[in-house]
């Protein structure tokens, strides 16, 4: 196949916001519409994608390859595997749905919100297709603006704090990077990120690629985010419009743990597995994330701010999945070694896409009822069940599937975590289940108890609300949510709808790294 898709799948939303650019800024109904609809493209070819590679998902499939700047041998190198096929149906879908919500609550500036989204999934689709050390770093960078001026200008009263936050945290982790990219470089000659991990730079030296691999590591951890790195999110989270926090947290989160996946790991095996279970300083944040962030959202009134820091609990596992692999290294003449390393990257990948169809309805749900309410306060609801019963229907399903309740799809990411990490690095396994029985506890406690359960009493409402008018789901919100809901029963009764394709990728990865 000589045609481009990869690049047309990145590049044509760029083209989108060229048009979107020439429209009058008057016809705004033309913005909405010519961006939701055309984005279509974009999501069509990324699931052409995800079925072409499905016969030999451990391969890069659809590479483009030409050159850039040959005086520093700088390539534009585009490929796709299982994991990076999933990710991108990942992106296109939540971003055009992200369009079409946008449709009816953005009021304000659509020109310039349209133009933005749409120069952010470029951003975000390039990081999961380059190949090359630079082209990833410059889609890396590409997404950074734009969201910072989503959170900035259509945020909440402290969206200011929140963008700028966002913007510096982001800022200092890519300049580390830059640095280990450069490192990565001088070692081995090469910017072929394929390339560099079979060269394995610094493998005859531990403290250039100890420092390397921090470099790598803090810039990936700050967007995953990672404990101590997290603080910037909930934050971010809490002032971005109701779009940029589905966005935000379906898919900029999962650039940091791909990274981890696609470059440090492959890259790093022997000093990721020394910080994994010599001195297991990963597998400790990761549990730290798991634990404290599922404590903080027991703690939190604010709907949006416990969802965000639900995502740093759930990260969490991912962080502990791709460790638990790395850690498999350290003990690698251990029977079924190979096959826990397996399984747990397996289940990190996963998590990837579970967490972001799961965490990005749950946005998408706090904006449906606060556009309602003008409140995020859990305090001011209760009795909902009531009176919004097709909005508690979708809302039980969608936090049910993030407590990892069995038939959705929250519960076999975790399952395959776990699993892994319990033959490889088993105390923190057990520490990390901690998460699941918290995470349980702030759903059934905070959300259905607090907000659907009991009376519904009209004087509090009409108090906190100023008498603001309660209806079910409008048409539009509907549909916004259909596909995430079927997706997460599909992958709960189905997992091997996307499983095939990311066991293919862990199998490759981790017969690569193990001796």
Same mark, same amino acid.
């Given at each position: 196949?000589?045609?481009?898709?990869?690049?047309? !799948?990145?590049?044509?939303?760029?083209?989108?916001? @060229?048009?979107?650019?020439?429209?009058?800024?008057?016809?705004?109904?033309?913005?909405?519409?010519?961006?939701?609809?055309?984005?279509?493209?974009?999501?069509?070819?990324?699931?052409?994608?995800?079925?072409?590679?499905?016969?030999?998902?451990?391969?890069?499939?659809?590479?483009e390859?030409?050159?850039?700047?040959?005086?520093?041998?700088?390539?534009?190198?585009?490929?796709?595997?299982?994991?990076?096929?999933?990710?991108?149906?990942?992106?296109?879908?939540?971003?055009?749905?992200?369009?079409?919500?946008?449709i009816?609550?953005?009021?304000?500036?659509?020109?310039?919100?349209?133009?933005?989204?749409?120069?952010?999934?470029? =951003?975000?689709?390039?990081?999961?297709?380059?190949?090359?050390?630079?082209?990833?770093?410059?889609?890396?960078?590409?997404?950074?603006?734009?969201?910072?001026?989503?959170?900035?200008i259509? =945020?909440?009263?402290?969206?200011?704090?929140?963008s700028?936050?966002?913007?510096?945290?982001?800022? &200092?982790?890519?300049?580390?990077?830059?640095?280990?990219?450069?490192?990565?470089y001088? &070692?081995?000659? @090469?910017?072929? !990120?394929l390339?560099?991990?079979?060269?394995?730079?610094?493998?005859?030296?531990?403290?250039?690629? &100890?420092?390397?691999?921090?470099?790598?590591?803090?810039?990936?951890a700050?967007?995953?985010?990672?404990?101590?790195?997290?603080?910037?999110?909930?934050?971010?989270?809490?002032?971005?419009?109701?779009?940029?926090?589905?966005?935000?947290?379906?898919?900029?989160?999962?650039?940091?743990?791909?990274?981890?996946?696609?470059?440090?790991?492959?890259?790093?095996?022997?000093?990721?597995?020394f *910080?994994?279970?010599?001195?297991?300083?990963?597998?400790?944040?990761?549990?730290?994330?798991?634990?404290?962030?599922?404590?903080?959202?027991?703690?939190?009134?604010?709907?949006?701010?416990l969802?965000?820091?639900?995502?740093?609990?759930?990260?969490?596992?991912?962080?502990?999945?791709?460790?638990?692999?790395?850690?498999?290294?350290?003990?690698?003449?251990?029977?079924?070694t190979?096959?826990?390393?397996?399984?747990?990257i397996?289940?990190?990948?996963?998590?990837l896409?579970?967490? =972001?169809?799961?965490?990005?309805?749950?946005?998408?749900?706090?904006?449906?009822?606060?556009?309602?309410?003008?409140?995020?306060?859990?305090?001011?609801?209760?009795?909902?069940?009531?009176?919004?019963?097709?909005?508690?229907?979708?809302?039980?399903?969608?936090?049910?599937?993030?407590?990892?309740?069995?038939?959705?799809?929250?519960f076999?990411?975790?399952?395959?975590?776990?699993?892994?990490?319990?033959?490889?690095?088993?105390?923190?396994?057990?520490?990390?289940?901690?998460?699941?029985?918290?995470?349980?506890? *702030?759903?059934?406690?905070?959300?259905?108890?607090?907000i659907?359960?009991?009376?519904?009493?009209?004087?509090?409402?009409?108090?906190?609300?100023?008498?603001?008018?309660?209806?079910?789901?409008?048409?539009?919100?509907?549909?916004?949510?259909?596909?995430?809901?079927?997706?997460?029963?599909?992958? =709960?009764?189905?997992?091997?709808?996307?499983?095939?394709?990311?066991?293919?990728?862990?199998?490759?990865?981790?017969?690569?790294?193990?001796?």
């Amino acid at each position: 196949m000589n045609f481009p898709i990869l690049t047309a !799948i990145t590049f044509i939303p760029l083209l989108i916001s @060229t048009i979107v650019l020439l429209i009058p800024k008057s016809k705004e109904n033309w913005i909405r519409s010519v961006s939701t609809v055309l984005s279509l493209i974009p999501l069509a070819l990324s699931i052409y994608i995800y079925i072409a590679v499905r016969a030999d998902p451990g391969k890069m499939h659809f590479t483009e390859e030409y050159s850039w700047i040959p005086a520093i041998d700088v390539y534009y190198r585009m490929g796709v595997d299982g994991l990076s096929a999933v990710m991108l149906v990942l992106t296109t879908l939540l971003s055009t749905l992200c369009y079409y919500y946008s449709i009816y609550t953005i009021k304000n500036r659509v020109k310039e919100y349209y133009f933005l989204f749409l120069l952010l999934q470029v =951003g975000m689709s390039g990081v999961f297709v380059s190949l090359d050390f630079i082209f990833f770093y410059v889609f890396w960078e590409i997404g950074l603006v734009p969201m910072y001026l989503l959170i900035g200008i259509w =945020g909440g009263e402290r969206r200011i704090y929140a963008s700028i936050k966002f913007f510096l945290y982001t800022l &200092a982790g890519s300049m580390a990077m830059l640095l280990a990219i450069i490192g990565v470089y001088l &070692a081995t000659g @090469t910017f072929n !990120i394929l390339e560099a991990a079979a060269a394995q730079p610094f493998a005859g030296n531990f403290a250039l690629s &100890a420092a390397a691999f921090w470099a790598f590591f803090v810039a990936f951890a700050i967007k995953v985010p990672i404990f101590p790195f997290h603080t910037w999110l909930p934050d971010a989270h809490t002032e971005a419009p109701t779009a940029g926090s589905v966005i935000l947290a379906g898919v900029l989160l999962k650039l940091g743990a791909y990274g981890l996946i696609r470059i440090v790991l492959p890259i790093f095996p022997k000093t990721f597995a020394f *910080y994994s279970y010599n001195v297991p300083v990963i597998p400790i944040l990761a549990v730290i994330s798991i634990v404290y962030g599922a404590l903080v959202c027991m703690a939190q009134w604010d709907l949006k701010r416990l969802i965000a820091y639900s995502s740093v609990s759930h990260m969490g596992y991912v962080t502990l999945g791709i460790s638990a692999a790395a850690a498999s290294l350290a003990i690698s003449g251990r029977e079924g070694t190979a096959t826990s390393a397996i399984i747990s990257i397996n289940g990190a990948s996963l998590q990837l896409f579970t967490h =972001g169809v799961i965490t990005g309805g749950l946005f998408f749900l706090v904006g449906m009822i606060y556009d309602r309410a003008h409140t995020r306060q859990i305090r001011d609801f209760g009795g909902l069940g009531s009176k919004v019963p097709y909005y508690y229907g979708i809302m039980m399903v969608t936090g049910f599937a993030s407590l990892g309740l069995p038939g959705l799809a929250g519960f076999w990411s975790e399952f395959f975590v776990f699993r892994g990490a319990f033959a490889i690095i088993p105390i923190f396994a057990i520490i990390g289940v901690l998460g699941i029985v918290f995470t349980a506890a *702030y759903i059934l406690w905070k959300i259905v108890q607090h907000i659907f359960l009991g009376e519904f009493d009209q004087e509090k409402w009409d108090q906190v609300t100023h008498q603001a008018k309660l209806t079910d789901l409008a048409t539009f919100e509907k549909i916004t949510m259909w596909p995430l809901v079927i997706l997460m029963v599909l992958i =709960g009764f189905y997992p091997s709808l996307i499983v095939r394709l990311l066991n293919g990728v862990s199998t490759a990865l981790v017969n690569n790294i193990l001796p």
